[in-house]
């Protein structure tokens, strides 16, 4: 029986599969089967696998270089009893574990969630008898029951349907119910075409149907895409690994300074204890205290900026992962289209209309040659055409809070709307034209037949809508725009239909006829001579919204794929319509649309080039859409993935950033994304990308303004202990320099609103570093300056006579004097703070205040000079740390007008070459 479980049944003949499954298709298991079966399958339920425990989780936010030089930096301060100090740096990296645990909790939920969308009631027949159970009790072989509005509790091997439709959406991405049969297929049919079977999580719209339990739990197709989110690697983002890498290489340096100074000192003769906390003092004052926090603040200020912009984040290193996004792989129900069909064309005496609008909302109007003034109503055969489709019609539109919906189907919803758009009224039409007979749609006829009452003279009338062969074969007239009818001249209609089904469109005829006025029911043989009204062609359209986003994503080099379960065409038409690159007409290559059947015998080396060129991916499974990010990624990609669906849980988990629909999105999709969006618009994650990138432009700005500080700081030293001369700052100031500085001055840059050009720069090199030669040589000049500014004051005021308490406290003010003028550079990396606008930043006035009242305080208040070894200073050292703080002003303002001129200058020299 174990060896079965794993068969494609879709292959099978449905009496074969009861056989081989050893069930009954009447009366189902029996008890003692049932019992037998449960013991050895288990329960019916996905499993949750479980990851570390609670503890564990939260040890591992320990787990990064940065933090073991904070820790290190806590335990040689806590040597030196300076506790306070110890205190506070190992505050900064607890709260920065509490953080990373709580973000690492939530997004420990997306298994759960699957299997909570499994757990129903289901109807099955055991022992003969029909009776209800938990879905959870089921096994291989129970024969269960389907009807309209079930969700299908198990793989299901289809044994009889009558006009079953089930919506797949959520595991295939079919933007419309799929239309079940119990037939054979072949062995190379895809799952989204397997219309013999029914699988677990999906919904029935429409019929009925029963069938046999082929897989539970963990066999289904959901159960499979379960395993494939716990299989998917969770990446490191690019900030992480930067900052870790960045990390690293600190450690070393600050290692291997410390071990200079201990040996040059040695070497000159000086105590070995004194070198050795020259060393300590060296290793603190490089150590950047303020950076953990400053990542956590910048990454928060981030996601408060991206809610305001329905944009949620789950995840904190997702804000920055969206900036450095390179291609954004976006499923295509439900996020680039409404998830809602319409009609957007409509053919009928020759005449072709196109109707404005999307989804199931009942505004827009209907235009004749680009008139939107015409009176379609006028042209007898749109007026019965939209008639027929609002007539032979059983479901309805209602307005909610959060629109219009469909009760019902959404092919039959997209027909309501377009006569709506067009005047008709639904209600009105029911009072004029009562219905007094159906004929359901049912598969073997591909057509719906209603008759009608007209009040007003008692006649009737038959309306058909169906399939454009079947109707076709029924219909030798067809009505003209003043209700004369002529012979219909089939070439041309389906000369139509081959083109409307060329933009993607599905197309349905409407035809009619008048009947006795005696008739009060019809039957398939009054479905006969029939005259033919016209065509509508509907698809579910592109969001208006996201060909704008698109185009704005391709701008900033931003690459856009769809990667869809639904058919080749339809996804082709909305890649067109978007204007996805790669998939217009005329581009230099026809449209590149490649299918799961087509990639199915492609090796993982020869996806990774056919994933870099192919912008349109359609009939996807869960796998491809697997592969393909995983293929885009090992082609040095940062991937963005979107989607809404079950079937795309687990590319969401791969991707570098997962991004999910808020709306209709499933938990699943939810719980395995780094980020959700609330208005389930594609438009939000540009608006997304443009705040990550700021997020990265902030954090680069506070490692370029906070590494001089530790970098000259750490010069000082060494250049005492050459020297020879008594160190010009102590340990304890130099943590005062570093976190006061840090959290006053440098924390305002998260503040900075983003520059103009942020969203017409090219996406960064994912492999490229935080810093590049520019702006470490930009570090290393303002790191000299300090040293110049900090050791020279110190000279001077000892040459003048003071102390050395006295001489201190102008170094650590010529420190943070340097840092404040400094900041003001750092507002932008490139431009003044005069083209940013002085007063555009307010925060950086707050801090600047205060940090200002606290070195008053750390100058001249007493219990601050018995803390920190300082002592009240006069003006004629004030005006030479001012000085030297304008003068750092003036040299970074200087290299970058330098730097823009050689730019503009290498820019106008390629042009004209």
């Known amino acids: 029986m174990e060896t079965l479980i794993e068969r494609l049944w879709h292959q099978t003949a449905a009496d074969e599969v009861v056989q081989l499954l050893k069930s009954d298709a009447n009366s189902g298991l029996d008890r003692f089967e049932v019992e037998a079966r449960q013991r050895h399958f288990g329960v019916n339920a996905i499993p949750v696998r479980r990851g570390p425990g609670p503890l564990v989780r939260f040890l591992m936010q320990f787990h990064q270089p940065l933090l073991y030089i904070l820790l290190t930096a806590a335990a040689i301060t806590a040597f030196l009893d300076e506790w306070v100090d110890a205190s506070v740096i190992f505050g900064v990296v607890l709260v920065n574990a509490v953080i990373g645990y709580l973000q690492e909790t939530k997004a420990a939920k997306a298994l759960e969630a699957l299997a909570k969308t499994t757990l129903t009631e289901a109807r099955v027949v055991r022992s003969g008898e029909t009776r209800n159970v938990p879905s959870t009790e089921l096994v291989p072989g129970d024969v269960v029951l389907l009807q309209s509005g079930d969700k299908v509790p198990a793989d299901l091997r289809l044994l009889r349907s009558r006009d079953l439709q089930v919506d797949e959406s959520a595991l295939t991405g ?113 150590i950047p205290e303020g950076l953990p926090a400053a990542v956590t603040i910048t990454l928060a200020i981030g996601v408060a900026r991206m809610a305001r912009r329905r944009a949620i984040i789950r995840k904190l290193p997702a804000v920055e992962t969206l900036g450095g996004t390179t291609v954004v792989c976006s499923d295509k129900t439900g996020t680039l289209t409404v998830n809602q069909m319409t009609v957007l064309e409509i053919w009928a005496a020759g005449q072709r209309l196109t109707a404005s609008g999307s989804g199931y909302e009942p505004s827009g109007n209907i235009q004749v040659c680009g008139d939107d003034q ?66 359901p749609f049912e598969s073997q006829h591909q057509y719906m037949a209603t008759l009608h009452e007209n009040g007003a003279n008692h006649t009737r009338h038959l309306y058909v809508k169906g399939a454009v062969e079947v109707l076709l074969s029924k219909c030798p ?115 590149i649309v490649k299918t799961a059947h087509d990639l199915a015998g492609t090796s993982d080396q020869q996806l990774i080039e056919v994933a870099d060129q192919v912008a349109v991916f359609a009939r996807a499974t869960p796998e491809l859409k697997l592969r393909l990010v995983r293929a885009l990624q090992a082609n040095g990609h940062i991937v963005a993935m979107t989607g809404d669906g079950v079937n795309d849980a687990p590319a969401l988990k791969q991707a570098d950033i997962g991004v999910a629909m808020g709306i209709g999105g499933t938990e699943v999709a939810k719980e395995a994304a780094d980020m959700v969006l609330t208005d389930d618009n594609f438009a939000s994650i540009e608006a997304a990308v443009e705040e990550g990138r700021g997020v990265f432009d902030n954090l680069t700005k506070f490692i370029v303004w906070t590494l001089p500080t530790n970098m000259g700081e750490g010069f000082v030293i060494l250049a005492a202990i050459f020297v020879g001369v008594a160190l010009p700052i102590l340990p304890v100031q130099i943590l005062w320099i570093n976190m006061t500085t840090a959290v006053l001055l440098g924390l305002m840059l998260a503040f900075e609103p983003k520059e103009d050009d942020i969203m017409t720069r090219p996406p960064r090199d994912p492999h490229a570093p935080i810093l590049t030669g520019e702006l470490i040589g930009r570090i290393v000049l303002v790191s000299l300056v300090m040293l110049v500014g900090a050791f020279g004051s110190f000279e001077w005021a000892i040459g003048r006579g003071y102390s050395e308490v006295v001489a201190r406290t102008v170094s650590v003010n010529v420190f943070v004097m340097v840092e404040l003028f400094y900041l003001f550079n750092c507002r932008s990396l490139t431009k003044s703070m005069f083209e940013l606008g002085i007063l555009s930043n307010r925060w950086i006035g707050l801090g600047v205040a205060a940090m200002l009242g606290l070195q008053m305080a750390f100058t001249y208040a007493p219990i601050m000079n018995r803390i920190f070894h300082s002592a009240p200073i006069g003006w004629d050292a004030w005006w030479r740390i001012l000085l030297t703080g304008l003068a750092t002003y003036m040299i970074v303002g200087f290299e970058k007008w330098v730097r823009r001129k050689r730019r503009s200058g290498t820019r106008v020299a390629s042009d004209s070459a």
Not at 391 to 418: F, H, R, Y
Not at 500 to 527: N, Q, W, Y
């Open 477 to 591: 007239l067809a009505m003209m725009t003043a209700g004369e009818t002529c012979p219909l001249d089939v070439a041309v209609v389906h000369q139509q239909v081959e083109a409307m089904a060329a933009e993607g469109l599905r197309v349905l005829a409407f035809a009619g006829k008048p009947l006795p006025p005696a008739t009060h029911d019809i039957s398939h043989g009054d479905v006969g001579d029939l005259v033919f009204y016209g065509l509508q062609g509907m698809i579910d359209p592109p969001r208006p919204e996201a060909v704008a986003a698109i185009k704005a994503c391709q701008t900033a080099g931003i690459r856009v794929k769809m990667i869809t379960g639904d058919h080749a065409k339809t996804a082709q038409a909305i890649a067109q319509q978007l204007g996805l690159d790669g998939t217009r007409p005329s581009d230099a290559h026809d449209p």
């Open 374 to 439: 015409a009176d379609v109503l006028s042209n007898a055969a749109v007026r019965h055409c939209l008639q027929a489709g609002l007539m032979c019609n059983d479901s309805q539109l209602v307005s909610t809070e959060s629109g219009w919906k469909v009760q019902g189907d959404p092919t039959e919803g997209a027909l309501i709307a377009v006569a709506g758009k067009a005047g008709l009224d639904a209600k009105q039409l029911d009072r004029k034209l009562p219905r007094l007979d159906t004929i």
């Open 174 to 286: 079919e933007s419309v119910p799929v239309e079940k049969k119990a037939i054979e297929l072949r062995l190379e049919t895809p799952l989204a075409e397997r219309r013999n079977m029914a699988y677990a999580s999906t919904l029935v719209t429409y019929g009925q149907g029963r069938g046999v339990v082929v897989a539970t739990a963990a066999k289904t197709e959901v159960g499979r895409i379960s395993e494939l989110i716990s299989l998917a690697d969770v990446l490191e983002t690019p900030l992480t690994r930067k900052i870790a890498k960045f990390s690293r290489v600190l450690l070393v340096v600050i290692l291997l300074l410390a071990a200079v100074t201990f040996a040059v000192g040695v070497w000159r003769g000086q105590a070995k204890f004194e070198m050795f906390m020259a060393a300590v003092a060296l290793a603190v004052g490089a």
